[in-house]
């Protein structure tokens, strides 16, 4: 079992930035994929980006490209979503996820965290 436990969310004005953590803890391993998505309320959970288990493959989603940077430390266990230039739509749950064929789609992950409420004010 892996367990996954975000922080860093927050209140932060529109244009501002946070940045997300996502810590593995338990059976961690750094061959896992790891991903970030979304969930805003009354919306389906949406792929907000993701990184392969070595850091060299990312992937982001469209909505949020150009503004956020996902990346990733396994000698801490630890995965990060930078967001820059926020914007009120960007107001959601963020969940981190991780799966040994993790992509964009969620179902190819095994292992969630909580979630971290991110709001954004306008």
């Known amino acids: 079992q892996v367990q996954l436990e975000e922080s860093g969310g927050g209140l932060v004005q529109a244009g501002g930035s946070l940045t997300l953590s996502c810590t593995a803890s338990?059976?961690?391993?750094?061959?896992?994929?790891m991903g970030w998505f979304r969930q805003a309320p009354g919306k389906a959970r949406e792929f907000v980006a993701a990184?392969?288990?070595?850091?060299?493959?990312?992937f982001i989603g469209d909505s949020v490209r150009g503004r956020f940077t996902i990346s990733r430390d396994n000698a801490k266990n630890t995965m990060y979503l930078q967001m820059n230039s926020l914007k009120f739509e960007d107001t959601a749950v963020y969940y981190c996820a991780a799966g040994e064929n993790g992509n964009i789609y969620d179902s190819t992950y095994d292992y969630w965290g909580q979630g971290t409420q991110v709001t954004v004010s306008s």
């Open positions: 990184v392969n288990w070595s850091g060299a493959s990312r």
């Open positions: 338990g059976r961690t391993s750094s061959n896992y994929a």
